[in-house]
């Protein structure tokens, strides 16, 4: 009978391959496959809140307001359109304002009536962000808004006439407690203007 060493020896010459003992695990060495530490994690987050922190305090120390200025800007450029469409079609358009937003309306001369401008997506009726809200004066005077009571009740307080000639008017846009406010009026030549963004006194 074959001893143990000759078996070995047998199946080595018969595969190349030695099957005597298996092969010694390597070692793996340092922290190739752990996990991030809790501190690391930690200063992670504080790095994360100081960054954040960082931009609220820029926002608030240079008054910037992003959603109020882009909102100002649209209210700005959509009059300047209406005027333009208003002169192109010998048409006239009107802008209703409620407390939280706004919607141009257009005359419809057949019906003797005013109704919304379907036939153009850019006029369909906008609902500003929370927090911000509108303050209008017609004439030099405040308008009470209101919300219609119905499709039926929709008069523009401010009309854009089919020469261009507008209303005159000055819709301010302001934050919650007019911290923060930006007026859309017209000029002494009777050109559309969107003045710089007020920022209040702190109190």
Do not use: C
């Not at 009107?94 to 419809?108: A, H, K, M, N, S």
């Not at 401008?117 to 005077?141: C, H, M, S, W, Y």
């Not at 930006?182 to 009777?190: R, W």
């Amino acid at each position: 009978m074959a001893s143990p060493a000759a078996t070995a020896s047998m199946r080595t010459s018969v595969t190349g391959i030695s099957t005597s003992s298996p092969p010694a695990r390597r070692l793996r060495s340092g922290r190739a496959d752990a996990g991030f530490t809790l501190i690391e994690i930690l200063i992670v987050v504080l790095i994360i809140g100081l960054i954040s922190a960082g931009i609220l305090l820029s926002v608030s120390l240079t008054g910037r307001d992003r959603d109020l200025e882009r909102e100002s800007d649209r209210l700005y450029s959509l009059i300047n359109y209406a005027r333009e469409q208003g002169e192109l079609q010998t048409r006239e358009y009107g802008i209703l304002f409620q407390e939280d937003g706004y919607e141009f309306l257009v005359y419809d001369a057949l019906l003797n009536t005013w109704r919304d401008p379907t036939e153009d997506d850019a006029f369909q009726a906008r609902k500003l962000p929370d927090g911000i809200g509108v303050q209008l004066v017609v004439e030099t005077r405040p308008v009470v808004l209101r919300r219609p009571a119905d499709a039926h009740d929709k008069t523009p307080q401010v009309m854009i006439y089919s020469d261009g000639d507008l209303t005159s008017f000055a819709v301010t846009l302001q934050r919650d407690g007019g911290v923060r406010s930006v007026t859309v009026t017209e000029d002494d030549k009777g050109a559309l203007v969107e003045q710089p963004m007020v920022v209040a006194a702190a109190r």
